[in-house]
């Protein structure tokens, strides 16, 4: 009996001692191979570049993406990285704006940043306006008459009660017009095929929005002013 109760005694020992064992290699296991990525990058030169974490638009600044957490530094061997891959964000780059959208896991290179362009305007947009461009009949922009330049009242026709009632408002007592089509200068002169549909217009920033709105749901319709134009207008408004 007491034989038994030795040998069971060892065979506990012994799995003990085994399952100990298989531990401890298991944690140097986990540990070699939590080491693993170091150990390669240490035998070969190695990078930090900026990386996307997620998913970057394009317009987004690299100061913008850094403030949202966006980006982030990681380490790779110098030799599997763009040569052009971004390192840092700098003074020099931080108002650059991605070109493009980019993935999440995709390293920063400077190709796909660059300057905000700004668009070419070959008019005198007056300050404190933007301009609207709205998409007119011939007619509606009275026919070849209206050139850039010269102000235009503007008003806003809806149908009403099944195309039967048609509603007119006065949208703009006077606007300016800034271009017709590709056309900015006020002293040339189109022929009648030349001239295009699109009419861009000089708003304030409230303005734009009644207009936008206007344009998606009525007609738009353009009137010539001269200087004794309104005159009419306020004597007909305060009968």
Same mark, same amino acid.
């Given at each position: 009996?007491?034989?038994?109760?030795?040998?069971?005694g060892?065979?506990?020992?012994?799995?003990?001692?085994?399952?100990?064992?298989?531990?401890?290699?298991?944690?140097?296991?986990?540990?070699?191979?939590?080491?693993?990525?170091?150990?390669?990058?240490?035998?070969?030169d190695?990078?930090?570049?900026?990386?996307?974490?997620?998913?970057?638009?394009?317009g987004?600044?690299?100061?913008?993406?850094? #403030?949202?957490?966006?980006?982030?530094? =990681?380490?790779?061997?110098?030799?599997?990285?763009?040569?052009?891959?971004?390192?840092?964000?700098?003074?020099?780059?931080?108002?650059q704006?991605?070109?493009?959208d980019?993935?999440?896991?995709?390293?920063?290179v400077?190709?796909?940043?660059?300057? =905000?362009?700004k668009?070419?305007?070959?008019f005198?947009?007056?300050?404190?306006?933007?301009?609207? @461009?709205?998409?007119?009949?011939?007619?509606?922009?009275?026919?070849?008459?209206?050139?850039?330049?010269?102000?235009?009242?503007?008003?806003?026709?809806?149908?009403?009660?099944?195309? =039967?009632? #048609?509603? @007119?408002?006065?949208?703009?007592?006077?606007?300016?017009?800034?271009?017709?089509?590709?056309?900015?200068?006020?002293?040339?002169?189109?022929?009648?095929?030349?001239?295009?549909?699109?009419?861009t217009?000089?708003?304030?920033?409230?303005?734009?929005?009644?207009?936008i709105? #206007?344009?998606? @749901?009525?007609?738009?319709?353009?009137?010539?002013? @001269?200087?004794?134009?309104?005159?009419?207008?306020?004597?007909?408004t305060? =009968?």
């Amino acid at each position: 009996m007491s034989t038994g109760k030795r040998s069971l005694g060892v065979a506990k020992t012994l799995f003990v001692l085994g399952a100990t064992l298989a531990l401890f290699a298991l944690v140097l296991t986990f540990q070699y191979l939590s080491t693993a990525e170091d150990r390669v990058l240490k035998s070969f030169d190695s990078v930090k570049v900026l990386v996307a974490t997620e998913s970057i638009s394009r317009g987004t600044t690299l100061a913008d993406a850094d #403030a949202r957490k966006l980006i982030e530094i =990681r380490t790779y061997p110098a030799e599997t990285t763009p040569k052009s891959s971004l390192q840092k964000i700098s003074t020099i780059n931080a108002n650059q704006v991605a070109l493009m959208d980019i993935a999440p896991g995709q390293i920063l290179v400077s190709e796909i940043f660059g300057d =905000r362009i700004k668009p070419a305007i070959n008019f005198n947009l007056p300050a404190g306006k933007v301009a609207i @461009t709205i998409n007119l009949t011939y007619a509606a922009r009275v026919a070849a008459f209206l050139k850039p330049g010269v102000n235009v009242a503007l008003f806003s026709t809806t149908n009403e009660q099944n195309n =039967r009632v #048609a509603t @007119t408002t006065t949208l703009f007592r006077s606007i300016q017009v800034l271009a017709i089509g590709q056309q900015t200068d006020p002293e040339k002169s189109a022929d009648i095929g030349e001239i295009a549909d699109f009419v861009t217009v000089a708003v304030n920033y409230d303005q734009a929005s009644k207009l936008i709105q #206007a344009i998606q @749901t009525s007609r738009i319709y353009l009137a010539l002013l @001269t200087d004794s134009s309104l005159i009419g207008a306020q004597v007909e408004t305060t =009968r």
